[in-house]
């Protein structure tokens, strides 16, 4: 009903900024939260930002005032512009879809972020 898939991802020095972008496509405008995870080696997912519908954001307290999520108008693509990078920032990205009804969710296959000097 919804495919994702993220690109964006690269080696990058800390400090340095990188744009995640989330292209969507199929029921589009059945979704009603647009959200960006991570999770570095070892680790659980964790949840890095959100967006709803009418435009409410929420982020995590480690990467507020940093990081930016964003989205076109047709809410296609979603992006997440991230500016003073750490090495802790260091993990796959995965774009995340959740429906209007139903609570169904959607997942991209993730795009790695590398922090390293």
């Known amino acids: 009903q919804v495919q994702l898939v993220e690109s964006g991802g690269g080696l990058v020095q800390p400090g340095g900024s990188l744009r995640l972008s989330c292209a969507a496509s199929?029921?589009?405008?059945?979704?009603?939260?647009m959200a960006w995870y991570r999770q570095a080696p070892g680790k659980q997912r964790e949840l890095v930002a959100s967006m709803s519908n009418g435009g409410s954001t929420n982020y995590a307290d480690s990467v507020k005032g940093r990081f930016t999520i964003s989205r076109a108008n047709a809410k296609t693509p979603v992006y997440l512009q991230m500016n003073s990078l750490k090495p802790e920032d260091t993990a796959v990205y995965y774009c995340?879809?959740?429906?209007?009804?139903?609570?169904?969710?959607?997942w991209g296959k993730g795009t790695l972020v590398t922090v390293s000097s």
């Open positions: 995340k879809a959740i429906m209007m009804t139903g609570g169904i969710e959607y």
């Open positions: 199929g029921s589009i405008f059945s979704i009603y939260v």
